[in-house]
């Protein structure tokens, strides 16, 4: 194998593959980035059998061959390359040449028959969706992600298609988000309608969302193609391709917890109930981190308080309007203050039904004022 290409494409094709390798030292292989020609161009591909990554960059080709390297040895090498010379590499017989200016490397490489074969899609794309919506809808759901995986199908996105919408949800058990995306016919390739008779209803791992959202990070707007089939999901985008398996499992029937009516409505500008949140945390319960959202429909007024023998108490007052009767509700503070977090607006609502209920926070929208219905995230107080 013998190629040129530039620094900037080779780079982000590095930056793409090396967090996909795997930390398992007991195959040294996925520890590697495969390098290989593949249509006239150099192609890189890492995967940790769970997710599979390979970028396409363009490259003068002078010779055909492939190769696997170290992704950390590589990774720091190019990281500290003088900007704006070209790359030229070359395998000689096991090592991978690599020079750029003044700069040049032997790097010792493994075998590419042992690399593992990385899925190929075998159907076309059913969606195709523009890479800012789907990184701000990645954005709100990650949060709720449960950590802990003895129950794995929590460890995912629950994502279910629809005919004119997709809805996307996550829940730890203490708190669940649900966020919605409109379809356009341009967003709806043509086996969608067919799929979504026979299924509509996946859950993606949340790791594959970060590398995802990771991968698409940046201003220029670009469109993720999807395509389902059997265990797995593919994503391309901008001449990288992403594989994943799917978590199999039902995930649990959450609509059932998500009220529809509220007795409480309170809104206000999102900068200052974080604020008040935050500054409440500072004082609550080490253990229980409970904070009191107090509010007193007759006074208009709203506080946050908490209180702890440790460090003593505070109670700050957030200008809100309110809508509704009085409520007195114990959160965890930051179960409280992630939901706030992940809106997006400058405004966002509270609502609540009493102390042991779910309490829900949504978006208001900048110039009407109304309470828009696509972010949806759900949290459950403390009970007294």
Do not use: W
């Not at 700069?103 to 590419?112: D, E, N, T, Y």
């Not at 309170?266 to 949140?277: P, T, W």
């Amino acid at each position: 194998m013998k190629l040129i290409c530039t620094q900037e494409n080779f780079k982000k094709a590095i930056f793409n593959s090396e967090r996909m390798v795997s930390k398992q030292n007991t195959l040294p292989i996925l520890n590697n980035i495969l390098f290989e020609i593949e249509m006239g161009g150099l192609k890189l591909s890492a995967t940790n059998l769970e997710i599979g990554v390979s970028v396409q960059i363009g490259a003068k080709i002078e010779k055909e061959g492939k190769i696997t390297i170290p992704a950390k040895l590589i990774s720091n090498f190019v990281n500290n390359l003088p900007h704006g010379e070209n790359i030229i590499m070359e395998v000689v017989e096991q090592n991978l040449k690599i020079q750029s200016g003044t700069a040049k490397a032997m790097i010792k490489g493994l075998s590419a028959e042992d690399f593992p074969l990385i899925p190929k899609k075998n159907t076309e794309f059913i969606l195709n969706i523009p890479s800012s919506k789907l990184k701000n809808i990645i954005s709100k759901v990650i949060t709720c992600v449960a950590i802990n995986e003895t129950r794995q199908e929590l460890t995912g996105i629950n994502v279910i298609l629809k005919e004119k919408e997709l809805l996307f949800a996550s829940t730890d058990s203490f708190r669940l988000v649900e966020d919605k995306l409109e379809l356009d016919v341009e967003n709806i390739g043509a086996g969608y309608t067919d799929f979504i008779t026979k299924k509509e209803s996946l859950i993606i791992p949340a790791t594959t969302f970060i590398e995802l959202s990771r991968i698409i990070a940046g201003d220029i707007e670009q469109d993720v193609q999807i395509a389902i089939e059997e265990g797995q999901i593919f994503f391309e985008t901008d001449g990288t391709n992403i594989v994943s398996r799917l978590i199999n499992g039902k995930y649990p029937e959450y609509k059932h917890i998500m009220p529809t009516e509220f007795k409480t409505r309170i809104v206000g500008e999102k900068s200052l109930i974080q604020g008040a949140i935050k500054m409440s945390s500072i004082f609550a319960n080490g253990k229980t981190n409970e904070v009191v959202l107090k509010i007193d429909a007759d006074t208009e007024k709203t506080l946050i308080e908490a209180r702890s023998v440790e460090t003593g108490e505070n109670s700050s007052e957030v200008v809100v309007d309110i809508t509704g009767s009085s409520q007195e509700i114990v959160f965890n503070a930051k179960y409280l203050l992630d939901g706030v977090n992940t809106s997006t607006t400058s405004k966002v609502a509270i609502l609540m039904n009493s102390e042991s209920s779910p309490v829900a926070i949504k978006e208001i929208d900048e110039k009407t004022g109304e309470v828009l219905e696509n972010y949806t995230y759900i949290v459950m107080p403390i009970k007294s």
